[in-house]
């Protein structure tokens, strides 16, 4: 069994977040045997004058820069780009500028396979998700998704306005855990419930066979666990646990 997940205080830096996440996501995808991620080719790096504009949301120089000829679509020295960069560091300003520029590609992901969608809805940001989804922005990305990240963290504002665009409310990540698992497994109670009543399945099961009551049980989580086995004691007891699995239209990727 995994050690409990750390309660993560409002005032971590994103990066840590953002590490922290991808750590327990390893950890997950490597128990039941998750594909390697596979990369994606990125645009020309950006230079350090550029990615520090990005991190201090500093607008006039990013639109100094812009004019000078920067590919928005660039990438940092580890190859994030400029714009999943911007979501990490909870640069509104700059995440606007990007993102309004024709030239820049919304959805482009980092080398976790992470877009900018994603982080912003981890850090709640939900500045940032509102202008990605003005952008028509993926929320059904193939895999981990936006939703699974604001339940993780227990944006509850954030996955109401996914659920409203259509986000699947039983999305899947490769190893089949759902945003309800995710939600259990940071203990976040409210975000459960809001789960549940837009219909999420409590009884889907990941491929290592766990519930979002088992994830609870596992890491201590008592708000969590005491609303789960309220729903587990409502549930027939002839009905059998399904598998996580999304529709087609979910899986591959639809907006």
């Keep these: 069994m995994l050690p409990p997940a750390p309660r993560t205080p409002a005032t971590v830096p994103t990066r840590r977040l953002a590490l922290r996440y991808r750590l327990h996501r390893v950890l997950l995808g490597l128990a039941s045997g998750m594909a390697a991620v596979t990369l994606t080719a990125h645009a ?8 520090k504009a990005v991190k201090f949301d500093d607008v006039k120089e990013i639109n100094k820069q812009l004019a000078k000829g920067l590919d928005p679509n660039a990438t940092d020295p580890q190859g994030m780009p400029l714009i999943v960069l911007a979501a990490r560091e909870k640069s509104d300003k700059v995440a606007a500028v990007l993102a309004a520029n024709p030239k820049t590609d ?4 980092d080398r976790a396979d992470e877009n900018a969608m994603m982080l912003a809805s981890l850090n709640g940001d939900i500045t940032i998700v509102k202008l990605l989804i003005d952008k028509d922005a993926e929320i059904n990305k193939k895999g981990w998704a936006p939703l ?24 899947a990540s490769p190893n089949g855990t759902t945003p309800l698992m995710m939600a259990a497994r940071g203990n976040h109670a ?15 099961k990941n491929q290592l066979g766990l519930t979002a009551l088992d994830f609870a049980k596992q890491y201590h989580a008592k708000d969590a666990t005491d609303v789960l086995e309220a729903v587990a004691a409502e549930t027939p007891k002839n009905a059998s646990p399904a598998s996580s699995t999304a529709p087609d239209k979910a899986q591959n990727g639809a907006k």
């Design 190 to 204: 409210s975000t459960i419930k809001l789960l549940l009543a837009a219909g999420a399945d409590a009884s889907l």
């Design 44 to 51: 020309a790096g950006a230079d350090n004058t550029v990615v």
């Design 106 to 109: 919304v959805d482009q992901l």
């Design 148 to 171: 699974h990240y604001a339940a993780a963290n227990g944006h509850d504002d954030i996955a109401q306005l996914l659920l409203d665009r259509s986000a699947y409310i039983d999305a």
